[in-house]
């Protein structure tokens, strides 16, 4: 059954909730399967997917293009899209706008943006619309070049601050959840504690009511190095780096495809098409 924003906030303070992202119908359909909560659609597949350098560079286009596959596997997972960088950025209007069509043309149940208190008159907008928001805060990788690169967040009594007073004005623009990227453990914890809607760490330490990773790194797919908070649960890279490298000299030596892959057909037809 399909899960709902309500299911989700039933689960406050006792039951963690997993999400992870996906960005195409056969792995969304392999997370619906194993019973992960939510699914992110995240614009990380600006780096994972489409090969940017960070992502910036993502279009609602690619959004939708992305989110309508994902939709279509996920028939349990509640899933999440991202605005991408500039979606939402320039006015209410464009926020509202963007927010429809990737609502509409997708069938996802919330979309998610970065930013604090500065956005808010955005998310009551686009909630005023009728669409679901999770705020993100910390680390937001759309501002990497005002950030000065990926770092921790919050670690200053002064960031500690204003991560907090943003988680608040987003609760009170309407978020029903709040992603919280590369936050100290113990500031994630008591943000989690003064809001009363999700937090859900990527990141942010054991404390959160949910937890979010990127796929690719969690399986060790993209032989990157992965951040600190990733756990790795697979090897990936290699496993398939090695099939591919088989493969290869299989093809050279002509050992595949061997007579187990192959078909048949009769010999007098064959003799009768060479004359």
Request: charged share 25%; aromatic share 6%; glycine share 10%.
């Amino acid at each position: 059954m399909k899960k709902t924003i309500f299911d989700l906030l039933s689960r406050k303070g006792s039951s963690p909730i997993s999400m992870l992202t996906a960005y195409d119908y056969p792995t969304a359909r392999m997370m619906n399967e194993a019973g992960v909560d939510m699914i992110l659609v995240g614009d990380s597949l600006g780096n994972v997917i489409l090969g940017y350098e960070n992502t910036l560079a993502v279009t609602v286009d690619d959004m939708i293009h992305h989110g309508k596959a994902v939709c279509r596997a996920a028939q349990d997972a509640f899933v999440v899209i991202d605005m991408p960088f500039m979606s939402y950025q320039a006015s209410v209007e464009d926020a509202v706008r963007n927010a429809g069509r990737i609502l509409k043309e997708t069938g996802c149940q919330a979309v998610k943006l970065e930013g604090g208190a500065e956005y808010t008159d955005r998310i009551r907008a686009i909630i005023q619309a009728g669409i679901p928001v999770v705020g993100h805060i910390g680390l937001t990788p759309q501002s990497v070049n005002t950030m000065g690169g990926y770092r921790v967040q919050g670690k200053s009594l002064k960031d500690a601050q204003k991560l907090l007073e943003d988680a608040k004005a987003l609760e009170e623009a309407g978020v029903f959840a709040i992603t919280l990227e590369c936050v100290p453990e113990a500031l994630a914890q008591l943000i989690t504690e003064r809001c009363g809607v999700l937090t859900i760490g990527i990141g942010a330490g054991r404390y959160c009511d949910g937890q979010v990773l990127v796929y690719q790194d969690m399986l060790g797919y993209a032989g990157n190095i992965a951040p600190k908070f990733v756990k790795k649960y697979a090897d990936l890279h290699n496993t398939m780096l090695e099939a591919f490298k088989q493969y290869k000299i299989e093809c050279a030596e002509r050992s595949f495809p061997g007579e187990e892959h192959t078909f048949a057909i009769s010999e007098e037809i064959i003799k009768e098409l060479r004359g």
